[in-house]
C-alpha cells in the first residue's frame, strides 16, 4: 500500500505540472519553448530558495523528470562548482552536473535525424 501512495504523488505532481505547462499554453499564446525556459527556470530559482529538496522528498520523480528537474541540478552543479572554483566554477560546475542529460540529448537527437525524415505539420 505504501509503494501505491508514493506512484500517486508523482503521478499527482507530475501531471500538475503537465496541466500548468497545457494551461499556459491554451490561455497564453505562449510557445512550448518559451514554456520550457520558463519551466527550467523556476527549477533553477526553487533549488536556490532551497525549496526543491521538500518537493523531492515529496513527488520524487514527479518533479525531477520534468525540465524543472534540470535545472534543479544544472543550479545544484552551478552552486557546488562557485563555491569550489568561484565564478568559472559555476559554468563549469553546473554543465558538469547536467553534462549526462546533455550527451544523451544530442545522441538521441541525432539517431533519430538519421533514421527519420523530418517534415514540416501541415495546418
Known amino acids: ?20 505547462g497545457q494551461i499556459l499554453i491554451n490561455k497564453t499564446g505562449m510557445t512550448s519553448a518559451r514554456i520550457l525556459v520558463l519551466f527550467m527556470l523556476l527549477g533553477v530559482v526553487l533549488e536556490v530558495a532551497g525549496a526543491f529538496g521538500y518537493m523531492e522528498q515529496f513527488a520524487k520523480a514527479g518533479v525531477t523528470i520534468p525540465i524543472m528537474g534540470f535545472g534543479s541540478s544544472l543550479a545544484k552543479g552551478a552552486i557546488k562548482g ?10 563549469v560546475g553546473g554543465m558538469s552536473a547536467v553534462a549526462a542529460g546533455l550527451t544523451a540529448a544530442i545522441v538521441f537527437g541525432f539517431l533519430f535525424a538519421l533514421l527519420f525524415k523530418s517534415r514540416t505539420k501541415k495546418v
Open 1 to 20: 500500500m505504501d509503494i501505491f501512495l508514493i506512484y500517486l504523488k508523482v503521478f499527482a505532481v507530475g501531471g500538475l505540472i503537465c496541466m500548468l
Open 82 to 91: 562557485a563555491s569550489e572554483q568561484g565564478l568559472i566554477g559555476a559554468v
